[in-house]
């Protein structure tokens, strides 16, 4: 995971202030590198942008050998079309979506994969005669929380398997041919055997499909967020895979392009949010440390309970002491962190917040009316703001002019 250099951190926090995320370009040509290592180049690599929708990194990853965009929803594909990806180098994964949004997604000929019969009825009245991919449930499901776990009867995504035949009806039935079945088993999995289940189920529905030209096995590869937490093992993901897309092709005499759908394994390792030190107090027999900044910009730890972890980036050496990290918003549930070791921690100190990359910026918000951070990309030695702090201004800007004469 990458950590700023107390010279990189002060020189940040002394042009563009704080909180800023900082993200080195560097650790995400890494990871692309590391996915096209295990899967081979044959795969296709679609970032999932909702993980994290800054242009500049995503035109980084594109650069790096990204194929693709996932998107879900049409903010995100016209962003997509912006940076260059053509749409037949961008899926679209909606969850729920209106009448207007398949017709929109269709019109800009962006390949839908739609994950119920009712989309997939709809898709059909306005694009007979198209091609779309559909999205089942697999029935596994793997995940850090039950929030993120996708894959399962339970969850709100997918075609049940009981529906597959129906859904095959439908679509015959418009003349509209199904050419890719995908699955989501969750976000932040760690080990190959639900990966493998899955990725199985996903083969024996695409043997029903005679047009079927790829399976596309989402993302969730597990991000390493505590620095002593062993990364996960894509050679056993992709080796899974392969094993099943093998025993189809022996089967059926067909090959199966293979996609996947990164989002936060791309980005999350590669960025830290940059904050300050604003007040230190004791309570409760506990020490807590607050922070300039709060779940306006990182909500993983206040909405999942997800770790982060936290290092004082102006002093690495010193005494150990155990704190509680709290934001600065007005809610109990405003604690980045409830039990780290930070060096001598004091007011003023610069923190890093590391493995902020992934559905932190993204899912950003102005809670409290607090703006939304800066963006900061590190490439060598160089500095690059990729978006400025939001001001007041900049928010009440949307609203409709309400201030009397």
Known sequence: MFIPTK??????????????????????????????????????IFFAIKANFNPHIVKALRDAGVYG???VSPGEIQLALELGFPPERIIYTPSNPSTEELRFAGEQEVLQNLGSLS???????????????????????????EAVTTGTSESKFGIPLSEVGEAKRIAEEKGVSIVGVHCHIGSGFY???????????VCAVAETFPNAEFIDLGGGFGVSYRPDQAEVDLNALAAASHEALTAFKEKTGRTLELRLEPGKYLVSGSTALISRITTIKEKGGRTFVGL???????????????????????KSKGKLQRVVIAGNLCETGDVV???????????????????????????SSNYNLRGLAAEVLIL?????????????SDIMGLFKPWKEA
């Open 337 to 363: 962190n409830r039990d780290i070791e930070l060096h001598d921690p004091e007011e003023g100190d610069l923190i890093a917040i590391l493995s902020a990359g992934g559905y932190g910026s993204s899912m």
């Open 380 to 392: 060598g030695k160089t500095l690059t703001l990729t978006r400025k702090r939001q001001e007041y």
């Open 7 to 44: 010279e990189q951190a002060e020189q940040i926090a002394k042009e563009f202030g704080t909180p800023t995320f900082v993200t080195d370009q560097g650790a995400l040509i890494a990871q692309v590198e590391k996915m096209h290592a295990a899967f081979g180049r044959e795969a296709r």
């Open 69 to 71: 965009i996932d998107a």
């Open 292 to 314: 300039d900044t709060g779940f306006n910009h990182l909500i993983r730890p206040a909405m999942y309970g997800a770790y982060h972890h936290v290092v004082n980036i102006s």
């Open 119 to 145: 989309e997939i009825q709809r898709y059909a009245e306005f694009f007979p005669n198209s091609r779309v991919s559909v999205r089942i449930c697999p029935e596994v499901g793997a995940g850090e929380f």
């Open 191 to 201: 080990e190959a055997s639900a990966f493998k289940k899955a990725t199985e189920s």
